[in-house]
């Protein structure tokens, strides 16, 4: 049964394949690919639109604009900056490229705004669940991407505990999407995702990863996000993130293959030839 388009603005999504998400960090710490846009600790916003360009090259089908550092132990950012880092790029990338660009926030006064500005989907790691953000994301009439994160940024990795991390995670997504559909968010606009490394240990996010088609089977849109983090690192022994593209690429053939229709990553270009070489094997002649 073929997935319908996903509408996303002026633009939509064909989840009957695996889409790529491209990641655009607009913020200035450096944590595997963040700060790399900044010179003198100001966003270069001719550097920006290049990365852009290069990613949609490269094969991305949706770009992920993010300005809060949600990396473990990370500060809060304030509304004002936060509106400041991902509204400019935004309107650029949409009046540029045609695309879909989504943004990657939790914040009320963002959301509202991004969708004024050319943003096709919204991604929030924290589910709507922050104050006002539910209401101004049902008012755009955009999808939602809701994530599992167990407490916030700054605590989360310090003792993660689950009675089974599986049904924690899956009732938690279940819980938000009935909250949404609530509050007027049509089911079918409703993305969901396991939240990898977002208040997990290593067990933790390879329960997960090997219960993929669980969330699948929810028949919600499934989002995936390993693309070089930790989880990685403690798998294979690589301690610097950009020396993680190896395995991000597999993981994210894997997530394809149980049926993840979106994955989040930073080598869009190596995960895109991946995607090929496997759709080829299984093309019908
Ligand atoms: C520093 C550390 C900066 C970690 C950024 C991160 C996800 C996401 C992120 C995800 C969805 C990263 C994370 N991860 N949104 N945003 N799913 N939907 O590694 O897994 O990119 S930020």
Known sequence: MPAS??????HSLDLSRPNIMGIL???????SDGGQLYSRERLDLSKTLSAVDRMLIDGADIIDVGGESTRPGAADVSVQEELDRVIPVLEAISCRFDTVVSVDTSTAEVIAEAAGKGAGLINDVRALRRDGALQAAASTDLPVCLMHMQNQPKTMQVAPVYEDVVKDVLDFLADRTKVCEAAGIIGDRILIDPGFGFGKTLAHNLQLFKAIDQFVASGHPVLVGVSRKSMIGQMLGIDSPNQRVI???ALAMLAAQRGAAILRVHDVKETKQALDAWSITTKED
């Open 25 to 31: 960090n607009v913020t200035p710490d450096s944590f």
């Open 5 to 10: 388009p996903l509408p996303c603005g002026a």
């Open 247 to 249: 395995g991000s690429v």
